[in-house]
């Protein structure tokens, strides 16, 4: 296919323009950024957002991937004289890789099998006869005896049936209508059935519900899938597709035997019941369910970036004065303090779970939070954390302090501690601190400080571990930079790790950004960014509209409006006698302004109604507004939950079949998805996100296997 047979195929699937897919697909190729091209390309994208172009560049390489492996196979049949016109054109008008395979499996270079075997004995004229199913004059017994031949190891009858045979099962295994037909019957219709292997057939596992399940395998959502094939892996389960035998031998039948009354009839039926056994469904039951895995694999990173896009835009508690608390019982509770703009202020150790140590650490506390004028209090939900909290809050009440306190989650915190980034940033510190530190920056600012984590590690996806690495880490990337860029950075103070995650900027780039920060001090405006090493045009077009800087030399360099539209904000201000200061803000100004005069070849109405947007609060951060929940103090461990108690709590982690939530007790409870709502629930991801605070009721306690079933109140 050329490349527009291609753009006319995605445009078909997306339900898109062809237009527009291959101005995407352009863009795309000269480099852009899937941000920058749905925000600064929207005249030629037709306004697609970004996940519209993350599809169009998914099926983009699908294709062309698709293509590459067409000439690797045209080559290959070529090479072995047997390409007709008709097979080439077979072959190239294929859109599809599975039927790709099946075209190209009957030239497949193979190990040596029964049929090459049989065929270097000189049975494949008697496999050809065979097939032919004509009436013939003379008996079985006479035609066979043509091929027997003892030098050749076909000694008798049976050899040379057997043999005959065995190249037609191959030839019906390789048949590329009747593999297509059984693999999509088998994936309509097989039921997948787990079972515990013999020596853990008495035992109790994190597997023991597929012990001995079935269920239609069209409908057995991902994490069953993903759970079905861990247990596999861990040697807990075996697992297999169980099919209605019958229907595929009378199908492949219907297929080869053509003449039922044929002097091979029973033979014919012999090598399509083999075939079947010996060389079809093996490969098409283990081919099925790894197509299965796949989209279970998808799902399950849908749902990782689903829960990750939402943990990383949470609302920031902004330029505050945070201290942070790793909480601990025989070690203690690490204290830091961090300024309004997230540097490291000062540490210390403090034991409030020791009677005796109480009253130091409370003046300890107190002290911190006069010196350094704390806003916020942040505590870590680890180890201690419910208790920390509660001496927390009694102090805060004893001492009427107009300060809050937070707990938050400490997932990867301790991966980030122990990280080369977190020892660049603080060599002089050990890992407990470094952990506080992070604890106080991720209430300050959670988008800014979980980049430096490796997402897989912050703990919201389902079977992370078990899916395809190279798919995960490719989506969770795209899914930070999406974050990163719809937020925008603040250029002056951001981390080369936050800068990495700018549109076309990269971990190089980004480097060399703080290097040239700290050598020549804050940018004064964003053109200054070409002086920096390997920042050339083409990263700076990309990049741009995404970085912020609060003080700056050019009203507009603290804005989303792209440096390349400064010319039309100025244009807009002289036709309104007003300064570009006095533009920024005027809300009834701006609304004033009429769009068309200002419409051109390369910006139109949607860049500019962006603009004006921009214009009106320009800079805004555009992730929530910061609230804080306070835990029960009647519970403090799993033992203190009884049931029916209605409690507070926040999400974790969404999965396909429920939610995780914190309640306060170092443990999370599930709300199984048919405890979230009270009527059907399709996607759980429609009800709740991570981070929303939620009212539960406790269903279920099972204290030994540390489980916890809730149910969302309304």
């Known amino acids: 296919m050329d490349n527009q047979s291609i753009i ?39 306004g697609l957002n970004e996940i519209v172009i993350r599809s169009i560049s998914e099926r983009w390489d699908y294709y062309k991937e698709l293509e590459k492996r067409k000439e690797t196979i045209v080559k290959t049949i070529d090479e072995q004289g047997k390409l007709t016109p008709a097979l080439r054109k077979q072959i190239l008008e294929c859109r599809d890789k599975t039927k790709l395979e099946d075209i190209y ?39 066979v005896q043509l091929f027997i031949n003892p030098e050749k ?86 697992w297999k597709l169980e099919i209605e035998k019958p229907l595929f031998i009378d199908f492949i039948k219907t297929r080869i035997i053509k003449n039922p009354n044929c002097l091979f009839s029973e033979e014919l039926a012999a090598a399509v019941t083999d075939s079947f056994d010996r060389l079809i469904f093996l490969s098409i039951e283990r081919e099925v369910f790894m197509l299965k895995l796949e989209q279970a694999e998808k799902e399950a990173i849908n749902v990782f970036t ?23 019982f025989r070690t203690g509770c690490k204290v830091v303090v961090i300024d309004s703009k997230g540097d490291f202020k000062e540490f210390t150790a403090i034991y409030p779970h020791e009677h005796k140590r109480k009253e130091q650490t409370a003046q300890i506390l107190l002290g911190f939070i006069k010196k350094y004028q704390v806003d916020i209090i942040a505590i870590g939900n680890g180890t201690a954390s419910k208790e920390t909290d509660i001496f927390i809050r009694q102090l805060i009440k004893d ?13 990867g915190a301790s991966v980030y501690s122990a ?67 719809y937020v925008g950075v603040e250029l002056n103070t951001a981390s080369c790790e936050l800068l990495s995650f700018v549109s076309g ?46 003080e700056n030399s050019y009203p507009l360099d603290n804005s989303a409006i792209h440096p390349e539209a400064y010319p039309i904000v100025e244009k807009i201000a002289r036709d309104h006698n007003v300064s570009l200061e006095e533009i920024i803000g005027d809300e009834k100004l701006i609304e004033n302004v009429a769009i068309d005069n200002y419409v051109t070849a390369e910006f139109g109405r949607p860049t500019l109604e962006d603009i004006l947007k921009e214009l009106k609060k320009p800079g805004r951060d ?55 709502s009270n009527s059907f629930v399709r996607n759980p991801q429609d009800i709740v996100s991570v981070g929303d605070e939620v009212k539960v009721e406790v269903l279920k306690v099972e204290i030994a296997l540390k489980r916890i079933a809730l149910k969302r109140l309304k």
């Open 8 to 46: 006319k195929y995605i445009g078909s699937e997306l339900e898109q323009s062809s237009s527009a897919v291959e101005n995407t697909v352009i863009l795309l190729e000269e480099g852009g950024t899937i941000p920058f091209i749905s925000r600064y390309r929207k005249e030629k994208t037709g």
């Open 105 to 143: 499996l009957p030239y497949k270079p193979k190990r040596r099998t029964k049929a090459m075997i049989a065929a270097e004995k000189g049975l494949g004229p008697l496999a050809e006869i065979m097939l032919k199913q004509e009436t013939l004059s003379r008996t079985k017994q006479q035609l």
């Open 153 to 238: 190891q076909v000694e008798t009858y049976e050899d040379a049936v057997k043999g005959a045979c065995d190249i037609i099962a191959e030839q019906i295994a390789d048949d590329a209508f009747i593999r297509g037909w059984i693999r999509a019957q088998v994936l309509d219709k097989a039921l997948l059935h787990s079972q515990a292997k013999k020596q853990w057939a008495d035992k109790e596992s994190k597997f023991q519900n597929y012990y001995d399940f079935s269920e239609l395998l069209k409908k057995s959502p991902s994490h069953r899938v993903l759970a079905i094939r861990r247990g596999a892996i861990e040697g807990v389960l075996i």
């Open 306 to 328: 689903d829960n990750l896009h939402k943990l990383l835009l949470s609302a920031p508690a902004g330029n505050k004065v945070i201290m942070g608390i790793d909480p601990g």
């Open 399 to 411: 001492h009427k302090l107009k300060i809050s306190s937070v707990v938050v989650s400490e997932a």
């Open 419 to 485: 990280s080369e980034v977190a020892a660049k940033e603080f060599p002089d510190q050990d890992v407990t601190v470094r952990g506080a530190i992070s604890i106080a920056r991720r209430l300050q600012d959670p988008l800014a400080e979980l980049v430096k984590i490796d997402p897989k590690s912050i703990g919201v996806g389902q079977y992370q571990h078990d899916v395809n690495q190279h798919a995960l880490k490719k989506a969770l990337d795209l899914t930070v930079e999406s974050c990163v860029n």
């Open 505 to 550: 900027i990269g971990q190089t780039v980004a480097k060399n950004i703080v290097d040239f920060r700290r050598d020549n001090g804050p940018f004064k405006s964003r053109k200054d960014l070409l002086k920096v090493a390997k920042l050339g045009p083409k990263v700076f077009e990309q990049s741009a509209g995404f970085l912020r800087m609060r």
């Open 622 to 676: 555009p992730r929530k507004e910061f609230k804080s929940i306070i835990f029960s103090d009647i519970i403090n461990t799993i033992e203190d939950l009884s049931l029916g108690m209605i409690l507070d709590g926040i999400v974790t982690n969404v999965t396909n079949f429920g939610a995780f939530v914190d309640i306060g007790v170092h443990q999370d409870g599930l709300i199984h998805i048919s405890q979230l």
